[in-house]
């Protein structure tokens, strides 16, 4: 069974940057295209990024140029580099390896002032 651990939230200023972490263990990593979602106060859960086994990434949109995610297969992470960050990119942030169902705890990160 995979377990995701993720880690790095807090609360940051506008403009500010964070590093999300994914520790993630019970499958085989490297094999497995990697994604990052989020999920905001009443909103439904939504992709943000995603890292393949040979490192191909694809954004939306609404992070592309300020978020950055990567992957160390000899620690079994993926990351979140997130710049700039804006009001908007408050929520919890979740980590999930594309085709399966479960889900880490996910680590809240807070944009104010």
């Known amino acids: 069974q995979v377990q995701l651990v993720e880690s790095g939230g807090g609360l940051v200023q506008p403009g500010g940057s964070l590093r999300l972490s994914c520790a993630v263990s019970?499958?085989?990593?490297?094999?497995?295209?990697m994604t990052w979602y989020r999920q905001a106060p009443g909103k439904q859960r939504e992709w943000v990024a995603s890292?393949?086994?040979?490192?191909?990434?694809n954004y939306a949109d609404s992070v592309k140029g300020r978020f950055t995610i990567s992957r160390d297969n000899a620690k079994n992470t993926v990351y979140l580099q997130m710049n700039g960050l804006k009001p908007e990119d408050t929520a919890v942030y979740f980590c999930?390896?594309?085709?399966?169902?479960?889900w880490g705890q996910g680590t809240q990160v807070t944009v104010s002032s």
């Open positions: 999930r390896p594309v085709g399966f169902v479960s």
């Open positions: 019970g499958t085989i990593f490297s094999a497995y295209t």
């Open positions: 890292i393949t086994s040979l490192r191909n990434t």
